[in-house]
């Protein structure tokens, strides 16, 4: 089986520091992924997939141009574009970004829209301390939220509105078997241990004991052995008619 990994950008993980996105390359090629980057996917057909090449922001004199288009013969195709607005903004006379996000003040308030608020993915939420959009990932939608439910309040009560900071606690990204990247308050982790602190800080956000010993039980015995891969339900063939 070969793995092909397609990139519109010039680096994989831009989340992350230079450092970081090149060591979860290397470890990612030397499981055997190919990459091909600053390249989107143009056309599928049945049995192929063509990419266009894009233009890079610095090319390297030194290299021989690639071709403008390039195509994959493949049978599978695992398609990971992203998440997208609910179309219900379309819907609402707002104004938006090109992505469909609707525009919101640091206060959360949709502005010209009195007691009209958005946060998380719906929205484009700039930092009270940066003024940079904040990114849509779980820790900042769960503060704007907290910080929506104290500007409600004192909306209601004529207070004045607080403005939306968060300082991101840090990002962790798992690149293969017992391996991640992690980088937290500027201090940058990679390996076992990286992996170790990801499946700990997991661990610590799942609610109820009895849920953390099941976990913590699965993933004792995964250190020992290999990923069982074996289906002992038997579903059935698609149309629910059996075979004889």
């Known amino acids: 089986m070969r793995i092909i990994l397609v990139h519109s950008r010039e680096r994989i993980l831009p989340e992350l520091s230079a450092s970081l996105a090149d060591y979860a390359l290397e470890r990612m090629r030397a499981r055997g992924v190919t990459f091909e980057l600053n390249a989107r996917v143009s056309a599928?057909?049945?049995g192929v997939v063509v990419l266009k090449r894009m233009e890079m922001e610095k090319p390297d004199a030194t290299k021989k141009?690639?071709?403008?288009?390039?195509?994959?013969?493949?049978?599978?195709?695992?398609w990971a574009?992203?998440?997208a607005p609910s179309p219900l903004l379309k819907e609402l006379p707002v104004a938006r970004d090109k992505r469909g996000a609707v525009l919101v003040e640091n206060t959360l308030a949709v502005p010209g829209h009195t007691g009209l608020w958005a946060l998380g993915d719906c929205a484009i939420v700039p930092d009270a301390k940066t003024g940079k959009s904040c990114p849509p990932t779980a820790q900042f939608a769960i503060?704007?939220?907290r910080t929506l439910a104290r500007n409600l309040?004192?909306?209601?009560?004529?207070?004045?509105?607080q403005p939306f900071h968060f300082?991101?606690?840090?990002?962790l990204c798992v690149v293969g078997h017992h391996t991640a990247c992690a980088e937290i308050k500027g201090y940058k982790f990679s390996g076992f241990f990286a992996w170790f602190l990801w499946r700990s800080l997991y661990?610590?956000?799942?609610?109820?004991?009895?849920?953390?010993?099941r976990v913590v039980g699965d993933w004792t015995i995964e250190l020992f052995f290999p990923r069982d891969i074996l289906q002992t339900i038997n579903f059935g063939p698609p149309g629910g008619k059996s075979r004889p």
């Open 203 to 213: 661990l610590i956000k799942l609610p109820g004991l009895e849920r953390k010993v």
């Open 81 to 83: 574009a992203g998440a």
């Open 44 to 46: 599928a057909r049945p």
């Open 167 to 171: 300082d991101s606690l840090g990002t």
């Open 65 to 78: 141009p690639e071709p403008a288009q390039l195509e994959i013969p493949t049978e599978t195709l695992v």
């Open 143 to 145: 503060r704007e939220a």
């Open 153 to 161: 309040c004192a909306s209601i009560a004529g207070k004045p509105l």
